[in-house]
């Protein structure tokens, strides 16, 4: 999945906020934010996971069996600091070590975001801007129930104004038929490989889009 880190991270959200609802983004997110990995119960803030962790030995499991249930079910995973550049400290603090474990990334950072007009940070940007005209604020919504499997579809309708939202949730190029005469309009956004003709939409990987007529 991490070929696919950037698409997944724009898709997921393009599903998420242009339905009706106010968005509530949790801090990271908006930059692709991986959560933390922890190789040592004592890391963990948690309460619970060193009991869970001697148990889990006692019981048989490996050392890296029972880290990896307790980085996959704990919620200081998700906890950790913002990450605002990949220097010292993620720029969270000047001189003072976080209370926890915490990512350093390039690229997955705000300052290498907002130098990239193409980052998962100016897309949140674009699609909140979206997000709040009166076709994804006020609109009616309806979801398209007989599509594949692997895609999730949804129309949005305000005034005699119709938006469209297809999105791809798999590894595989997938085609959607467009069932209405509404459409393709024109295309406000898209993330990664989509071509559209009048009767159908063709969506590469983890890739998405909105037509707005």
Known sequence: MEEYRDETAKTMATLLY???????????????????????PGNVTDSGVREFYNSAREYGWSHEEAMKNINLTTRDGSRGIMQWTDDKYADFTDDADPWIKYNRESNYNVRDQEKDENSILHYYRKLLDLKKTNLFKDGDWSL??????????????????????????????????????????????????????????????????????
């Open 144 to 213: 398209d129930d007989e599509t594949k499997e692997n895609l999730y579809v949804y129309e949005r309708t305000y005034q005699g104004q119709k938006g469209l939202v297809c999105c791809n949730f798999s590894s595989e190029t997938e085609t959607y038929q467009i069932k209405s005469s509404d459409f393709p309009g024109e295309m406000v956004l898209s993330v990664g490989e989509v071509d559209v003709t009048d009767t159908e939409i063709t969506l590469g990987p983890y890739s998405s889009c909105v037509l707005v007529n």
């Open 18 to 40: 242009l339905q009706r609802g106010i968005p509530i983004i949790y801090y990271g997110e908006e930059i692709g934010m991986n959560n933390s990995w922890f190789d040592d």
